[in-house]
């Protein structure tokens, strides 16, 4: 039975099962694409391609926010709202952690109680390291496999901190980054950056005593995002309150949501977002893979060590190491 198992599927019976709706399969189609040994990679790939012509009709939203912002509690709270439409939502959080440890410590089950038991709602740790192509492809791959087992509403959780926001940006179609009331920016750890790219910033726990502090945040960050360009969309970011505890403000997020679908598909934008995000995707790829193809060819790796000290020890320049190694790499290639 364990054996059987851990069998991998044919790309057939992945793809028919994911089409399915079948969480089972969907769960180990996505083991599949996280997969790190090369044996799979032409596996996931041809599963990829199956699923692809079903995919891109969900609402991809990425939310983000230091730990301690609420943003279990929120996805929760806001997650059940939007299953209570009616809609299927699938919640893939990225674990910066699980690149080292091998396994999530988030621990996303336990911290979504109520939606990982809900019919509609679909929760999955997702692994921030880089598998098929480089940092952050295992989420879009995920979202994509998603899409296609039937999920209309995609939410993608980062802890607003790192690296992932940028990637993560780049395969959203909506950016909503979770800010406390009464703790400066720089106390949070946001960057300026980071409020750029958001598309709507909720301002969480207002309720009971901070309820105030909550609405008096509201107006700085309206002020704020006032002094930022506008958006090539023509979108003005939008702050607004909320309470996971209370499930007061949820309503009004879900319809800047719509708003924001309407707005920018009317304006042809929603569409040309996506098409250059599938480009960055491939060139990301393309870049992911060359650097592979690179650092593990054998002229190279004999190589690396000793140029490494040259330049460790000032007697080469950065660059012209380079220039070498890749030179090193280019006579393998032409003999
Ligand atoms: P995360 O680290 O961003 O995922 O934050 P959590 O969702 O784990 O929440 C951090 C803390 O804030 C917990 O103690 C929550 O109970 C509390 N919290 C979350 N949402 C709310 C809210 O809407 N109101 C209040 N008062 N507390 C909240």
Not at 110 to 120: A, V
């Amino acid at each position: 039975m364990n054996t059987k198992r851990k069998r991998r599927l044919s790309p057939e019976e992945y793809i028919e099962g994911v089409l399915q709706g079948d969480r089972v399969v969907l769960s180990r189609a996505i083991t599949l694409m996280e997969s790190s040994l090369p044996a799979d990679h032409a596996l996931a790939t041809e599963v990829l391609d199956g699923i692809l012509p079903h995919t891109g009709k969900s609402l991809r939203i990425g939310i983000t926010g230091v730990p301690g912002v609420g943003k279990s509690t929120f996805i929760e709270s806001f997650g059940s709202y939007i299953t209570g439409l009616g809609k299927k939502l699938a919640v893939l959080a990225i674990d910066p952690s699980s690149q080292r440890s091998g396994g999530s410590i988030l621990g996303d089950k336990t911290r979504m109680e109520q939606l990982s038991h809900d019919p509609l709602a679909y929760i999955r740790p997702s692994a921030a390291g880089s598998a098929l192509g480089g940092v952050g492809a295992k989420t879009r791959e995920s979202m994509l496999l998603c899409e296609a087992a039937g999920f209309e509403v995609i939410f993608i959780e980062t802890v607003g901190v790192g690296q992932s926001e940028t990637s993560v940006r780049n395969m959203v179609d909506f950016f909503l980054l979770l800010m406390l009331a009464g703790a400066g920016d720089e106390l949070q750890g946001i960057k300026k950056g980071i409020m750029e790219m958001a598309d709507a910033i909720a301002i969480t726990k207002a309720d009971g005593n901070n309820k105030k502090e909550a609405g008096k945040a509201k107006s700085e960050y309206q002020n704020a995002l006032h002094l930022f360009p506008i958006a090539e969309s023509d979108w003005q970011a939008r702050v607004l309150t909320c309470s996971a505890l209370e499930g007061s403000g949820l309503a009004d997020i879900w319809q800047v949501l719509e708003e924001y679908e309407r707005h920018t598909k009317t304006k042809g934008w929603f569409e040309q977002q996506r098409q250059s995000q599938n480009l960055s995707w491939m060139h990301s790829a393309v870049d992911y893979l060359l650097k592979q193809q690179f650092y593990s060819h054998s002229s190279v790796r004999s190589q690396l060590g000793a140029v490494e000290e040259e330049v460790k020890e000032g007697r080469t320049a950065a660059l012209s190491a380079a220039r070498k190694l890749f030179e090193y790499y280019q006579n393998t290639l032409q003999s």
